[in-house]
Nanobody, 127 residues
Framework: QVQLVESGGGLVQAGGSLRVTCAAS????????MGWFRQAPGKEREFVAA????????YYADSVKGRVTISRDNGKNTVYLQMNSLNPEDTAIYYC????????????????????WGPGTQVTVSS
């Protein structure tokens, strides 16, 4: 069992940057593959980024590739999502998720592939 809590969301102007953080407790995250998803009002939850336990395998959604970096510090039990060049289409609640395996599956972009979720943090990008 692991508990996840996101933080670092907020209001930012278009073109700005934001780093959201996912703090884990209950179990060390080194045994989990981790992912970030987001959900905008009226839309389904969508994949943003994912990485395996070591960070040796990373995937990004096409919509954020080149603007977003996922990273992790297993020693601090924390996962990060650095977002740059933000635009209003990035406005959403951002969720951290953990998969009950150190490795990503071929379904890494599917929310149902993850077993634990945080409550989310709101990111709002103004134009």
């Amino acid at each position: 069992q692991v508990q996840l809590v996101e933080s670092g969301g907020g209001l930012v102007q278009a073109g700005g940057s934001l780093r959201v953080t996912c703090a884990a407790s209950g179990r060390g995250i080194s045994t989990f593959a981790m992912g970030w998803f987001r959900q905008a009002p009226g839309k389904e939850r969508e994949f943003v980024a994912a990485m395996n336990w070591s960070g040796g395998r990373i995937y990004y959604a096409d919509s954020v590739k080149g603007r977003v970096t996922i990273s992790r510090d297993n020693g601090k039990n924390t996962v990060y999502l650095q977002m740059n060049s933000l635009n209003p289409e990035d406005t959403a609640i951002y969720y951290c998720a953990a998969r009950n395996s150190p490795f990503l599956s071929t379904s890494y972009s599917t929310p149902t592939d993850y077993n634990y979720w945080g409550p989310g943090t709101q990111v709002t990008v103004s134009s």
